[in-house]
T-cell receptor, first 115, second 116 residues
Framework: AQSVTQPDIHITVSEGASLELRCNYSYGATPYLFWYVQSPGQGLQLLLK??????LVQGIKGFEAEFKRSQSSFNLRKPSVHWSDAAEYFCAVMNYGGSQGNLIFGKGTKLSVKP | NAGVTQTPKFQVLKTGQSMTLQCAQD?????MYWYRQDPGMGLRLIYY???????DKGEVPNGYNVSRLNKREFSLRLESAAPSQTSVYFC???????????????FGEGSWLTVV
């Protein structure tokens, strides 16, 4: 069965610093991968997704993610963090073995941004 | 841009009470979903509806029922609420099968439910 691991529960970075949020998945074939962001009290917003093709995926708000099959990873990056990026970030993988549309979510990484 | 709209946003229930969470989408999507989010657990699928007229269980369906009223609306019902159902509930929708290039799930803003 597929699974998603986000090793970091909470990360704090300074405004203007670079950011990398880690995501590891478990799946034998090429997975469909997603990153969502959730601001406090809000729903989840799709940042980017990977289905196939170019392994470096560009998303909204200046985020990008790189799919690395050899490392089973799909890490999210941003070169310069803004205070408004403070939120919780969820990595997800499409679950092929379960019900349709069943995304398996990681437990999330909460990002705090220092002034 | 309304997208996916859920009501109510906040609700407090007593154990044993019933209630229905309403969800509507205006994107003409075929598939709709109900998730719950608990601290440290990510999101888990409760029920989904692949298309109008069909519903199926997800990962954690016990204690819930759903109705796909029409293409736009998908409601979630708690018949006899329990404290374990205290959670944040998210409705979501997608054009079709998630996994087909271009099809992704869009989420509502959530409904905070507390059962005391």
């Amino acid at each position: 069965a597929q699974s998603v691991t986000q090793p970091d529960i909470h990360i704090t970075v300074s405004e203007g610093a670079s950011l990398e949020l880690r995501c590891n998945y478990s799946y034998g074939a090429t997975p469909y991968l997603f990153w969502y962001v959730q601001s406090p009290g809000q729903g989840l917003q799709l940042l980017l997704k990977y289905f196939s093709g170019d392994t470096l995926v560009q998303g909204i708000k200046g985020f990008e993610a790189e799919f690395k099959r050899s490392q089973s990873s799909f890490n999210l990056r941003k070169p310069s963090v803004h205070w408004s990026d403070a939120a919780e970030y969820f990595c997800a993988v499409m679950n092929y073995g379960g019900s349709q549309g069943n995304l398996i979510f990681g437990k999330g990484t909460k990002l705090s941004v220092k002034p | 841009n309304a997208g996916v709209t859920q009501t109510p946003k906040f609700q407090v229930l007593k154990t044993g009470q019933s209630m229905t969470l309403q969800c509507a989408q205006d994107m003409n999507h075929n598939s709709m979903y109900w998730y719950r989010q608990d601290p440290g657990m990510g999101l888990r699928l409760i029920y989904y509806s692949a298309s109008e007229g069909t519903t199926d269980k997800g990962e954690v369906p016990n204690g819930y029922n759903v109705s796909r009223l029409n293409k736009r609306e998908f409601s979630l019902r708690l018949e006899s609420a329990a404290p374990s159902q205290t959670s944040v509930y998210f409705c979501a929708s997608s054009q079709g099968y998630v996994g087909t290039s271009g099809n992704t799930i869009y989420f509502g803003e959530g409904s905070w439910l507390t059962v005391v």
